[in-house]
């Protein structure tokens, strides 16, 4: 009959295409129990698993040698929603925001060659440019005070020619009963970045304004560079920053400095924003919005890195024996990884905290306090933090867990059976595994046909606890009938395993000698 504790074996069915190599099983050594090895990369599932693969900031992508884990390179967010944002990264240009409508002059291109995301604005002068109009209620709506902004793009020239216009912004603003031509531009000049703003900051008594920030540093060919200026509405501070550093500083005052009259800025009417009018190289993550960005982010990746979080992968049976984790990792620069795992026999109710991740070296021997590490169940968690630069990544590119299948015991050896007035004395030799926790005894009235029921002790098959028992005497059995009977052994798992069972033996009771 079949046993109410049944072992599972521990092979592995891989689902589909994608998963071919993804994971595998081999034997590593000899020895009792042979030791098994889960191979685990980015692209590998696991059947039956609730959730496959978990990314938050990290991504899988493809490497020399196969699927790797890494962090994902993102643009870094102001903390609101921008008011303009072009990010160049699908097939044709497109403002974000969707505050601006867009048109295309010329054969605007998107180069791979991006700082962020999957693309960036390739343009040659003078044939293309984009020209974008405010379409709804945003930072430039006309003739309203703006407050806090800030205007940030990453820039890579093909020449860096003096001459070349970055950006273009042209409108006309009324000033009591006069009209102000309205301009702000951002051009290379020698080889360094000028920003002028005419009659973009407004006067409260109407008069017209100027303010102009000249870079300092070198715009390099053929390097990319982060450009942001921003202007603080209690001060009136407009700062350009180039990569982080200061450039230039004014005051959008009445006086120059910080003491005087707060000049807002303010869009004028009928205006239009031109992108790349004369220049030629790449252009990415061209933002506006309505905060003074304090500290911009220049690396590819967030100080606060990325977690990735593999599939639920079974084990093939309980009370499985979890030995090493070892990783194919880089870790350059700063970079790290911190690992960490969790297993169980079941993983029913698993969520995203519980049951707790418990934190591990790859390549160290695994027990917590001194005891062994068991379970069916294994999944792992891995968080990806950058360099200090922000422009490295750890990688990880494939996942040995070592362990061994808990296998069912031996058969007990030596069974034999004596029969007696109603009785039949069951013995075997006991097994000197560690494990056992006790035995089984079947019996039945037909060969392999254990479904007895006549036995004072119970209905087969009766289970006697402890490793050192060595028999059993089954009472108020049938005289003249005969029985057929097998013994095997269970262990310590939840639930238990049991083994196969011992050779058959029989017996017929009797009221005279056996």
């Not at 944002?85 to 097939?91: C, G, M, Q, T, V």
């Not at 979080?309 to 979890?322: A, E, H, K, Q, R």
């Not at 058959?504 to 009771?509: D, F, K, L, M, Q």
């Amino acid at each position: 009959m079949s046993a109410p504790f049944k072992h599972r074996g521990t092979g592995f069915q891989a689902r589909g295409v994608a998963v071919v190599a993804a994971f595998a099983i081999a034997a590593l050594g000899a020895g009792p129990v042979a030791e098994e090895t889960l191979v685990i990369d980015a692209a590998s599932t696991a059947p039956g698993s609730p959730r496959q693969w978990q990314f938050d900031g990290a991504i899988a992508s493809s490497g020399p040698a196969g699927p790797v884990l890494g962090l994902s390179p993102t643009p870094a967010d102001a903390g609101e929603e921008p008011d303009l944002r072009l990010s160049f990264d699908e097939a044709h240009p497109s403002d974000q925001s969707g505050k601006w409508s867009l048109e295309v002059v010329g054969p605007v291109s998107i180069s791979p060659s991006s700082r962020f995301g999957a693309g960036a604005g390739s343009f040659r002068a003078p044939a293309t440019r984009l020209v974008l109009q405010p379409a709804s209620v945003g930072v430039f709506t006309p003739n309203m005070p703006i407050g806090d902004m800030s205007l940030e793009f990453w820039l890579k020239p093909t020449r860096a020619d003096s001459g070349e216009i970055v950006m273009l912004w042209k409108a006309n603003r009324k000033a009591g009963s006069s009209w102000l031509p309205q301009q702000v531009t951002c051009l290379i000049s020698r080889n360094r970045m000028t920003f002028g703003f005419i009659n973009f900051f407004a006067d409260p008594s109407g008069k017209a304004t100027t303010l102009s920030l000249q870079g300092s540093s070198v715009v390099v060919p053929a390097a990319w560079s982060h450009h942001l200026v921003r202007f603080d509405s209690s001060t009136g501070l407009v700062e350009y920053l180039m990569n982080g550093e200061i450039e230039a500083v004014a005051y959008a005052t009445s006086t120059g400095k910080q003491a005087g009259t707060i000049w807002s800025p303010m869009a004028g009417d009928s205006g239009r924003l031109e992108v790349a009018p004369n220049y030629t190289g790449l252009i990415d993550e061209l933002r506006i919005v309505r905060t003074f960005i304090d500290a911009p982010r220049l690396g590819r990746y967030g100080a606060a890195g990325g977690t990735a979080v593999s599939p639920i992968f079974d084990l093939g049976g309980t009370n499985s024996l979890l030995k090493s984790i070892e990783a194919d990792a880089m870790t350059p620069a700063e970079s790290a990884v911190h690992w960490s795992y969790r297993i169980g026999d079941s993983s029913a109710g698993w969520d995203d905290d519980e049951p707790a991740w418990v934190p591990f070296s790859p390549g160290v021997a695994l027990s917590r306090a001194g005891a062994e590490i068991r379970g069916r169940y294994l999944q792992l968690r891995m968080d990806l933090y950058p360099d200090a630069s922000g422009e490295l990544s750890p990688t990880v590119s494939t996942i040995r867990a070592r362990f061994e299948p808990d296998l069912p015991p031996s058969p007990p050896a030596m069974a034999r059976a004596k029969a007696g007035d109603g009785s039949i004395a069951v013995s075997w030799s006991p097994l000197t595994e560690a494990d056992i926790a006790g035995y089984v005894v079947y019996y039945g009235s037909a060969p392999g046909d254990y479904f007895g029921a006549d036995a004072r002790e119970g209905r087969s098959p009766i289970f006697v606890p402890g490793g050192s028992a060595s028999g059993l005497t089954l009472t108020g059995l049938k005289n003249g009938s005969l029985y057929f009977l097998a013994v095997a052994a269970y262990d310590g798992a939840h639930p238990p395993h049991i083994g196969d069972s011992s050779r058959e033996i029989s017996a017929r009771p009797s009221r005279v000698s056996p």
